[in-house]
């Protein structure tokens, strides 16, 4: 059974910073991407970053130059370095992971962002 959980997100001030984490277990396959999505409420769900397999990442363009996608081998986890926060981007981030050897994708829980004074 494969888990992806996420920590971080919460509260900050617009320029503030938060760190997103996410966790895969359970598989005795190698994760092929890991992506960050957001979803805002009547907007939809909107691909924020991914990371692939021996290529760069890639970002949207709101993000570039501030948000920053990496991950660690060892402890199979990504993280998402969110800097010069703005309103616009609070949302419900999930991470989700492809696992070609699956054929599918899995979802982490979700967790919530918000930019506000």
């Known amino acids: 059974q494969v888990h992806v959980v996420q920590s971080g997100g919460g509260l900050v001030q617009p320029g503030g910073s938060l760190k997103l984490t996410c966790a895969v277990s359970?598989?005795?396959?190698?994760?092929?991407?890991w992506y960050w999505y957001r979803q805002i409420p009547g907007k939809g769900r909107e691909l924020v970053a991914g990371?692939?397999?021996?290529?760069?990442?890639d970002y949207i363009d709101s993000v570039k130059g501030r948000f920053t996608i990496s991950r660690d081998n060892a402890e199979n986890t990504v993280a998402l370095q969110m800097n010069s926060l703005k309103p616009e981007d609070s949302a419900v981030y999930l991470c989700?992971?492809?696992?070609?050897?699956?054929?599918?994708?899995?979802w982490g829980q979700g967790t919530q962002v918000t930019v506000s004074t």
């Open positions: 990371l692939f397999s021996g290529d760069n990442p």
């Open positions: 989700a992971v492809y696992i070609a050897n699956r054929g599918q994708d899995f």
């Open positions: 359970g598989s005795t396959f190698s994760v092929d991407a």
